[in-house]
């Protein structure tokens, strides 16, 4: 897909979010996210804000990064689409472990295209199959805006990287984790292993609204606040678990 970024440090630390959906209802969260600025094999990345906006209903979610891009996913279907804006094309990957890779080998490409598929894959089991994650609740509290909240201190190691956090947590959103997790961490979750991860993410009581990471990934050192500011329930703009009209699926992606 043209103009497709990664954001490695996102990547890493987007894993230690949670929150989710209250049945029956529609919900709206908007996050602040501010990186530091940072250097990864040579590349430089200038500091970064983004707004990140999350509609949750029952079964399905969506998520918009910017005005680039959107992640929906279809947890009754098991689906996941990514949509491109920039370039007004989408792909579909199944949210089954080991299996969005084969998904997305399928079609006309080319042999480097290929190739670089299949390192990718082998980078993304490698992640996965080395994670370790570990959740301590601290026993700290403090008010974040109108949620009563619980510090916990959060490292994930994998191959890549590291990530440490100290987040803050409240029981005050009467919600179930699973949707809005699944949301966030929408690449990992096609991945083997994820179910362990949630496993001890779920050690987390309610939804981080705060959270302080500091990456170390190859060598360098980035440094994230992600913040939630604003949770309420009110209706999703008409179609916005579809595809948008005259949008094309990206060749390749299988399905």
């Not at 996102?10 to 529609?26: P, R, T």
């Not at 370039?87 to 990957?93: F, I, K, L, N």
């Not at 939630?228 to 703009?237: D, Q, Y």
């Amino acid at each position: 897909m043209k103009g497709k970024k990664i954001f490695l440090p996102a990547l890493l630390s987007v894993i230690l979010l949670a929150g989710a959906v209250a049945a029956d209802a529609e919900i709206y969260i908007k996050q602040n996210r501010h990186t530091d600025a940072y250097s990864v094999m040579g590349q430089s990345q200038l500091e970064k804000n983004e707004i990140t906006i999350t509609w949750l209903a029952n079964d399905k979610a969506r998520t918009d990064i910017g005005e680039e891009t959107s992640i929906i996913v279809l947890a009754e279907k098991k689906i996941m689409i990514m949509i491109n804006h920039e370039d007004m094309t989408y792909m579909e990957m199944p949210l089954t472990g080991g299996d969005m890779f084969g998904a997305m080998l399928q079609g006309e490409q080319s042999e480097e295209a290929k190739k670089a598929m299949e390192m990718a894959k082998k980078m993304a089991q490698g992640m996965m199959a080395s994670m370790e994650a570990k959740v301590m609740e601290t026993g700290e509290t403090k008010k974040i805006k109108d949620w009563n909240c619980r510090k916990y201190l959060i490292e994930v190691s994998m191959a890549m990287g590291k990530v440490k956090s100290e987040a803050w947590a409240t029981e005050d959103v009467k919600i179930d984790p699973r949707l809005y997790f699944m949301a966030a961490n929408a690449m990992m979750a096609t991945q083997q292993g994820f179910e362990n991860l949630l496993k001890e993410m779920q050690k987390v009581k309610g939804m981080i609204v705060y959270q302080e990471s500091t990456s170390e990934v190859m060598g360098s050192e980035v440094k994230m606040v992600e913040e939630v500011v604003e949770i309420s329930e009110k209706s999703a703009p008409a179609g916005a678990f579809d595809v948008p009209s005259g949008y094309k699926k990206a060749k390749g992606m299988g399905r």
